[in-house]
């Protein structure tokens, strides 16, 4: 009996568990939803104050409410932005460093103006002209020739990896050796050639070239999943010919990618997983589920928030990370939702936020979070143990999803979070100096971390530990680092 219009996803899933026999979880309780929703919407924790203001308000329709003014905060753009950073290859080796700048913040206007989906994917694939005044021409800088154009646009817009059919047909899949030539076809004019200032490339539409099938011989033609061979003449760019097929609302896999990645980035897992793994061999956990997302996206004109807000609205990822005794077995269909470690970015501006400090990245504005970060800093030791990506491939799984055992290590004994802790003004310290009483500043480091107070036993056992303890700073800088090492602050929950 969901009211909102996501219902239409609560219908889909609770099909799919009973088919399963799995009983869904209830709704999570106000404090994780808070926490959960500030996390997936704008990548960072809320503050006490956002905290407490959402817990005393009594509308009945408060979380719809909150994901509405989450969604307009330029928080979520630089965010969600980072998300496609990773995908298009945005760093300073690949795109040089003005050029990686200039394309981050195209995407972020992207996401701030809600550009919809459709012209967002036409724009970066039938890019012209200099990769300094025209952003999304850097597309072709890091697919950087024909093959890896056509992969990493099989990959990021169709969900398939195609690179071994370059060489061989798979017996089990639709794709051939014959099909990853025709799309070799569609990308082989683009030509990149050095502009007038250093490090500038100009991408333009070649009216010549051919692409031959390596095992046959023969000239290929464009080829268009679904459609087959196109006659296209000289005088038009296949790339836009592609484009065109490819966002057009019924195209199977168009709308059903951006949906499922959608779905993945808060719900933890994609209907089809990995993300960017469509095939015949790895079918959707859910496919009317799936199919219902790709056509309300289409039927809104592929407008991404109105994606979004829908799955945030559902009863299904508004559910209680807690399994019940029905559904414990439950790790595809959704009958709760599925705890998953906060990415490297989110991690380390947590450990910020709790600790009152901030960190200072190379060439960047003091204040930079690091969910806002345009390119990867490949010198922070914290973010490359917790798997903040190099970019060097357009792959989901690039990025890891599993906690290692170098993150424990890291948070046990590494000098990022010991330097927080220590930090001479951090929040401890500055409330110390404010003559903050023992429960208050507990209760203050609970709500920061975990968006909730502290229970009567892990108040009356942290207390215990600062009063039992020598020096007053360090016994809370203790509570403070064990609350930073529980799994309720390190998952998404």
């Known amino acids: 009996s969901n009211p909102t219009p996501a219902n239409y996803i609560d219908r889909h899933v609770h099909a799919k568990l009973r088919e399963m026999q799995y009983l869904p979880s209830g709704l999570c309780t106000d404090n994780d939803f808070v926490r959960r929703v500030h996390l997936d919407v704008l990548g960072r924790l809320p503050t006490i104050a956002e905290i407490r203001a959402f817990l005393v308000d009594v509308r009945k329709d408060k979380r719809a409410r909150l994901i509405e003014a989450l969604l307009v905060r330029p928080e979520h753009a630089t965010f969600w932005a980072q998300k496609w950073g990773d995908l298009l290859r945005l760093e300073p080796k690949q795109v040089t460093a003005a050029g990686t700048h200039k394309f981050h913040q195209w995407l972020v206007q992207a996401f701030a103006n809600n550009m919809p989906y459709d012209r967002f994917a036409h724009t970066l694939l039938t890019a012209n002209g200099s990769t300094f005044t025209h952003p999304a021409t850097n597309y072709y800088r890091t697919a950087k020739d024909t093959n890896d154009a056509l992969e990493t646009t099989s990959q990021i817009f169709l969900g398939s990896r195609l690179v071994c059919a370059k060489c061989h047909n798979h017996p089990y899949e639709r794709w051939t050796q014959d099909n990853y030539y025709g799309l070799a076809a569609v990308f082989n004019r683009v030509q990149r050639q050095a502009g007038p200032r250093p490090n500038e490339l100009f991408i333009s539409n070649s009216r010549t070239g051919e692409v031959k099938q390596p095992r046959t011989g023969k000239t290929m033609k464009p080829w268009l999943p679904g459609k087959g061979y196109v006659a296209v003449t000289d005088t038009t760019d296949r790339r836009r010919v592609f484009a065109n097929w490819l966002i057009q609302k019924d195209n199977p896999w168009f709308a059903r990618v951006e949906a499922n990645r959608i779905w993945a980035a808060v719900m933890g897992q994609g209907i089809v997983e990995p993300v960017d793994d469509f095939r015949d061999s790895n079918p959707p956990a859910n496919a009317p589920l799936l199919n219902a997302l790709a056509e309300n996206f289409a039927k809104h004109g592929f407008d991404r928030k109105h994606l979004l807000r829908a799955i945030l609205n559902s009863h299904t990822y508004q559910a209680s990370a ?132 502290p229970t009567p036993v892990e108040l009356k056992l942290t207390q215990e530990h600062v009063e039992n303890a020598k020096d007053r700073t360090q016994a809370l800088a203790d509570i403070c680092w064990s609350v930073l090492n529980m799994n309720e602050f390190l998952f998404q929950h």
Do not use: W
Not at 430 to 440: D, F
């Open 322 to 453: 807690k399994p019940n005794d029905f559904n414990r077995d439950d790790a595809q269909f959704f009958s709760h939702y599925r705890p998953h470690l906060l990415s490297a970015e989110q991690m380390l501006d947590a450990v910020c936020q709790v600790t009152g400090t901030t960190e200072v990245f190379k060439g960047l504005p003091a204040g930079t979070r690091a969910t806002a970060l345009p390119s990867p800093q490949l010198n922070n030791g914290f973010l490359k143990v917790f798997g903040q990506p190099a970019r060097s491939s357009a792959c989901a799984c690039e990025r890891p999803t599993e906690p290692q055992l170098a993150q424990a290590l890291e948070l046990l004994n590494g000098k990022f979070l010991h330097g927080k802790l220590e930090h001479p003004t951090n929040r401890m310290h500055r409330l110390i100096a404010a003559k903050k009483t023992n429960p208050e500043i507990i209760r203050t480091i609970f709500l920061t971390a975990l968006a909730r107070e």
